[in-house]
C-alpha cells in the first residue's frame, strides 16, 4: 500500500493533475510578473490595483512598498515553479510532494471555518 502523500503525486502527473498544475504556474508566473510591473509603473499602479496606502508610501519616497509587492513576486515564482516541477517539466524541487498537498489544502481548496457566536449581550440596560 502507498503513502497517501504518494498517492496525491500520482494523481496530479496524470494527463489531467498536469495539465491543471501547468494552469497554476502559468496563473502564478503572471501574478509575479504583473507584481514587477505594478513596481516599475509607481504610484499609479498601485492605486489602480487598489493599494491606495501603499500608493501614497510610494509617493512620499518610502521603500517599503517595493519591498512588500517584490517580496509577493517572488512568492508566486516559488509557487508556479513548485508547479512545474510537480508537472515533471523542471527538475524535483526540495519538499515537491509537501508543497503541492500544501498548496491542495491550502489553496486550491479553502476551507471555510465558520465561528461560533454566543449570545448577544449587551452592557446598556
Known amino acids: 500500500m502507498r503513502a497517501p502523500t504518494l498517492d496525491i503525486l500520482v494523481k496530479l502527473m496524470k494527463p489531467t493533475g498536469r495539465a491543471w498544475l501547468l494552469m497554476a504556474a502559468a496563473v502564478s508566473f503572471f501574478v509575479a510578473i504583473l507584481h514587477v510591473v505594478i513596481v516599475l509603473i509607481g504610484p499609479s499602479a498601485y492605486s489602480f490595483f487598489g493599494g491606495q496606502r501603499l500608493a501614497r508610501l510610494a509617493e512620499s519616497g518610502s521603500t517599503s512598498p517595493v519591498i512588500q509587492t517584490l517580496s509577493l ?11 512545474l516541477a510537480g508537472a515533471g517539466i523542471i ?31 449587551s452592557s446598556r440596560s
Not at 73 to 83: D, I, M, P
Request: aromatic share 8%; hydrophobic share 45%.
Open 73 to 83: 513576486a517572488a512568492v508566486h515564482a516559488l509557487f508556479g515553479s513548485y508547479a
Open 91 to 121: 527538475r524535483r524541487l526540495p519538499l515537491l510532494t509537501v508543497a503541492l498537498i500544501c498548496h491542495r489544502r491550502y489553496v486550491c481548496i479553502p476551507r471555510v471555518k465558520r465561528h461560533r457566536t454566543g449570545a448577544a449581550t
